[in-house]
């Protein structure tokens, strides 16, 4: 990470007193894999909280419309998800072309779209093709974990992904996942230096909506950790005891 990131998040506000909260973490043979879909439930952090100390309100889920599972899931159900876990475009345009809103449609009991299915399991190209034929507010839409698509890239560790997904509509670097924790913090949890520098160099400094004191402390703490900071770790662990 750039001298210049460091010092960015060097400048947030109440970062010392937040990483002394302890931050969520998940072991390093949960991280999910090409074709491992869903990816592994994560732990429990502590309850976010505002500057001011109180309890932010739990956020409602953006599910997809379940209807399939009830009316078409052997027809339509299988053969997108069977499309999407495997990469195959052909298949899946076929299904999409005769019913273009199946993109919004859960074709998993998780709640999960064509696209959390293909993020998860890493299908790069297959994914640059579904987001060119959906809408933007269909990217924000989560499974029943409360992850959107990027948060699965981003616990993926793939940059490109997340490239395209954030190209496509960069609100989705705001949304919380699973147990409350951001897709920045979630890349951060293994410690893949490019996928995180991007999310960061995106984040706005982490500022914005859903962004609090703590999970910006959990954010430098699991960089600390993972040495991402290089030969900056010691001045930011000075930081740290300073304040």
């Known amino acids: 990470m750039s001298a210049s990131t460091t010092t960015d998040l060097a400048s947030t506000s109440e970062l010392p007193n937040a990483v002394s909260q302890q931050a969520p973490s998940i072991s390093n043979n949960q991280q999910p894999t090409p074709n491992s879909v869903p990816p592994p439930p994560l732990p429990v952090p502590p309850p976010l909280r505002t500057a001011s100390g109180l309890k932010r309100p739990t956020l409602q889920l953006n599910l997809p419309c379940g209807d399939l599972l009830a009316e078409d899931y052997v027809d339509k159900c299988v053969p997108l998800y069977n499309a999407s876990i495997n990469g195959d475009w052909e298949v899946a345009n076929r299904l999409l072309t005769e019913r273009q809103e199946l993109v919004r449609f859960s074709i998993t009991e998780n709640h999960e779209t064509a696209l959390h299915i293909a993020a998860s399991a890493q299908n790069t190209k297959f994914v640059e093709e579904l987001v060119n034929i959906m809408d933007t507010e269909d ?24 490239e395209i997904l954030v190209n ?33 160099d995106n984040s706005q400094k982490m500022t914005g909506d859903n962004w609090t004191s703590q999970n910006q402390g959990w954010v430098l703490l699991k960089c600390v950790e993972a040495d991402l900071f290089g030969k900056y770790i010691c001045w930011w662990l000075f930081l740290i005891i300073l304040f």
């Open 139 to 162: 990217l924000v839409l989560q499974n029943q974990s409360g992850n959107t698509a990027l948060c699965l890239a981003a616990l993926a560790g793939n940059k490109r992904l997340c």
């Open 168 to 200: 496509r509509n960069t609100g989705l670097l705001t949304i919380p996942g699973s147990k409350g924790m951001m897709p920045l913090y979630m890349a951060d949890l293994f410690g893949n230096h490019d996928t995180v520098k991007y999310l960061y």
